[in-house]
């Protein structure tokens, strides 16, 4: 190595790898976006049906993964099953179905997972939708957390307040689905960093695509809000730890919005790019896009 030179990065881990399905580079406003709720809301309908899937094994599964972890809970999740955008008015169309958390865990959290996608391909996975949110602070930083160990996965790993949109808060019909896509996301920057729900600009929310991690092919919805409250607002109702999921994250860190880039984080002396999960490093690629074009978007300063 010529003297002077910085040191290459180490090779990306795995599990930090990423797919973007469906990408909002302008980011999309809630009244843009349609659900459509297929299988009829029935749970796991057009799950393809194999020796992991059946009933037996499932609950077999459930069993040893809360004798591991007891703190664990069932609950139904939306089934990603894919997105279209309308090249006409820009609406984007989620399919989603009905899962929960115990087929996501012996599906795509499974040690196996990728047998399983080989025999039987993408159908025989939960792929329960996720989310992740970047709450713009009026000091433009964005707020990152270090999970915990009480966590189902990541444990250490680095994420953006996220979690899952829940079937349960959306009983009704398809425009119901739509409107938990975004309060869910909302919800969780509430429950993760201890901010009032009235922090949280929910006219302003945008949906900036989707990324799927390479490992578990786990989809991740992402979104980006803004708060009238300052990075150290956002640190201090933090540090309180009254948070419903405060136990999630042992640590807040602020990155500014204005770099918050995949070659930033990387470069970071605790490589914190490479601590995030796929599915948040492609979240991130997506922020970056969305800032790309805002700053196009916005007027130039008077000299």
Known sequence: MAPGRASPPPPLPRFARFSLPLV?????????????????????????????????????????????????????????????????????????????????????????????LDAHGEGALASALGNGIFLETCDGMVPCLQRSAEVGEGRGNYCFPGGHPEPDEAVGDDEAVRQELFRSAAREAVEELGVAASAVDLAGLRLLGVSRREVNHRPTAFFHARTAMSSAEVAAAYGLKQGADAFESTLCVFLPADSLRLDVLDARPDRLGQRLSGCHRGGVALFAQFQAARAVRRPPRDE
């Open 24 to 116: 909002c580079a302008e980011g999309v406003p809630s009244d843009l976006v349609r659900a459509e709720l297929v299988g009829g809301g029935v749970r796991n309908a057009g799950l393809v049906s194999c020796a992991r899937t059946s009933p037996e094994a499932l609950g077999a599964l459930w069993a040893a993964r809360l004798a591991e972890q007891p703190g664990l809970f069932n609950a139904t999740k939306f089934r990603y099953e894919g997105a279209t955008v309308s090249p006409d008015s820009g609406v984007v169309t989620f399919q989603l179905g009905i899962t929960d958390y115990a087929t996501f865990q012996a599906t795509n959290l499974a040690e196996d997972w990728e047998e399983v």
